[in-house]
């Protein structure tokens, strides 16, 4: 599967942002979704992530409660709405995808897009 994230941008603190990861192949809904950022100088953590029928969503602690991850099986897209962002949310943004039902190693992984938080 080929993954193509896109939406970041820059935002002010306070402020809202979605992300898309739109991915090929007619398989989508047998992959659980994943998002991982990835700030400066440090190394890539989870976010956020969606079994393959959206019926479960796991979150880090630190965005619990302000961003939320979807997904729209017939559209081949996992969103991720981010709202009540902070500066420390500012990070280059993954999206990812496995075939297995809570993964640890995911297989499969989009480009980045760039989310800069501003005060």
């Known amino acids: 599967v080929q993954l193509q994230a896109s939406g970041g941008g820059l935002v002010q603190a306070g402020g809202s942002l979605r992300l898309s990861c739109e991915a090929s192949g007619r398989t989508f809904s047998s992959y659980a979704m ?8 440090k190394e ?4 956020a992530s969606i079994t393959y029928s959206g019926s479960r969503t796991y ?20 969103f991720l709405q ?27 992984w989009g480009q980045g897009t760039l989310v800069t938080v501003s005060s």
């Open 34 to 41: 994943g998002w991982f950022r990835q700030a400066p100088g």
């Open 59 to 78: 979150y880090a602690d630190s965005v619990k409660g302000r961003f939320t991850i979807s997904r729209d099986n017939a559209k081949n897209t996992v």
């Open 82 to 108: 981010m709202n009540s962002l902070k500066l420390e949310d500012t990070a280059v943004y993954y999206c990812a995808a496995d075939r297995s039902y809570l993964p640890v190693n995911w297989g499969y």
């Open 44 to 47: 890539r953590e989870f976010v």
